[in-house]
């Protein structure tokens, strides 16, 4: 990951955040397309819950490009809860694959390639803490 990189994501933050809370739910609704298996893991989650958790994946992303340690101490404790969710490692991957479609889809004419793989750096910097201690 490059400067360049973490320069690219905080650009593009703040204007796919206030986009991506106005279209609560849509990250999920990409994640059961590409991925129907994991529906049944969200079968008790509200709308409202799974637009915070979109939110809170964006935010973690974006905090941890400043503050790597504080953010990975809260992942980690977030990777204890989801040791309850009996998660594939291949989940991981279709969350990132739903992300960056999501992502791209507010973003419109915005989205780029560059763009595009730094938010795929990141996302997987961050998802690979829960993995590791979430999958055992
Ligand atoms: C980058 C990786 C991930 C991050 C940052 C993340 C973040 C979160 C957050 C913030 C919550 C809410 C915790 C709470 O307030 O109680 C949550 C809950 C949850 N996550 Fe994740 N998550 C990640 C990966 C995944 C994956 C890959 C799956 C499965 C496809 C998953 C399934 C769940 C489930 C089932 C819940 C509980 C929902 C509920 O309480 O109803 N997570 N996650």
Same mark, same amino acid.
């Given at each position: ?17 206030? !986009? ?11 994640? @059961? ?8 893991? @969200? ?10 958790? @979109?939110?809170?994946?964006? !935010? ?31 989940? @991981? ?44």
């Amino acid at each position: 990951m490059t400067e360049q990189q973490s320069d690219l994501i905080k650009n593009s933050y703040a204007k796919f955040l206030a !986009r991506a809370i106005n279209n609560a739910g849509i990250l999920y609704e990409n994640l @059961f397309e590409i991925a129907p298996e994991t529906k049944k893991i @969200f079968e008790n989650t509200s709308n409202e819950k799974k637009s915070q958790m @979109f939110v809170a994946i964006i !935010r973690k992303i974006v905090k941890g490009i400043d503050e790597w340690d504080t953010v990975q101490k809260e992942l980690e404790e977030l990777a204890q809860q989801h040791k309850n969710y009996n998660l594939q490692p291949e989940y @991981f991957q279709h969350l990132e694959n739903s992300l960056i479609v999501t992502l791209k889809s507010i973003a419109e004419k915005e989205w780029n390639n560059d763009i595009e793989d730094a938010w795929k750096a990141y996302f997987k910097k961050v998802a690979n803490v829960i993995k590791e201690i979430s999958i055992q």
